[in-house]
């Protein structure tokens, strides 16, 4: 499983060690999105899962030979003798909390590193993996996460497929067991067709189980933070309110 980790369009092996990621904290929050706002896009909706429909092997090459004839970005699938055939996916990050990354020192070891920091992943990364049709979600989960050197259990994150239709957004969440390099060959090469999203799971699917002590105290240390910050936010607001109302009473009560 080969990949691509960037901001735009690209490509690099998995076995290139020495390529470089770049991570910086974000300004987000772990406030609630404010009732009717989407977290990924005006009108995105949930989609139930369509039925798998299996292929058979003409179905497959017929269908690699028409992808191959539509890509635009030279990222063509190719269809070896066993039948497995190979391909590219892009997979967009849409992370709102921060990850545990660890340093490339600290690679390989069972014990617990120090050095670990919790980072947020930039808006708008997009990684290209290189794949085949027998990787399932769970395994390009398990290496979007290994690529950048992250500690958190995969258990924590989900992917999505999205797809526009109309003038909705349509997103659903794929099982574990699911291949994506064959929903991509179904849907064509196209990314408003449908394109892949790495997300968290949702505030009420979270395995809280699954986060380490440590992060655990981190996600207190930011929540009390940011509860800090909004108060003072408030408190300066209504300070503002004040200062306007006396100074209008004082022009009210102004003799002459």
């Known amino acids: 499983m080969t990949w691509t980790s960037s901001m735009s369009s690209g490509y690099s092996s998995l076995e290139e060690e020495e390529s470089e990621e770049f991570f910086f904290t974000a300004r987000t929050s772990f ?7 989407s977290r990924a896009a ?14 058979s092997k003409e179905e497959v090459k017929e269908k690699i030979q028409s992808y191959n004839s539509s890509v635009t970005d030279k990222l063509k699938m ?6 497995i055939y190979t391909g590219f996916i892009k997979v967009q990050m849409e992370l709102c909390r921060p990850i545990t990354v660890q340093s490339s020192q600290s690679q390989g070891r069972c014990a617990p590193s120090s050095q670990e920091t919790a980072f947020y992943l930039p808006e708008g990364c997009v990684n290209t993996l290189h794949i085949s ?6 395994e390009v989960i398990e290496a979007l996460l290994k690529k950048f050197f992250v500690a958190d259990n995969p258990a924590k ?12 957004v349509y997103t659903c ?30 505030t009420g699917e979270v395995m809280w189980e699954a986060f380490s002590i440590p ?3 981190n996600f207190l240390r930011i929540l009390d933070k940011e509860e800090s910050d909004q108060l003072q936010l ?4 209504y300070a503002a309110y004040r200062g306007k109302l006396e100074e209008a009473l004082r022009g009210v009560l102004k003799p002459g």
Request: hydrophobic share 30%; aromatic share 8%; glycine share 4%.
């Open 42 to 55: 005006p009108q995105d909706v949930q989609k139930e899962r369509e039925p798998h429909v299996y292929l």
């Open 157 to 168: 994150f989900a992917l999505y497929k999205r797809c526009h239709k109309e003038d909705q």
């Open 234 to 237: 408030l408190k300066n607001r």
């Open 215 to 217: 992060e655990l105290q």
């Open 78 to 83: 190719t269809l070896n003798a066993n039948g």
């Open 133 to 138: 049709s027998t990787n399932t979600v769970r």
């Open 173 to 202: 969440k794929l099982s574990d067991r699911e291949h994506p390099l064959y929903l991509r060959l179904v849907a064509g090469p196209k990314t408003e067709m449908l394109s892949f999203v790495l997300r968290e799971h949702e």
């Open 31 to 37: 406030f609630r999105r404010p009732p009717g706002k």
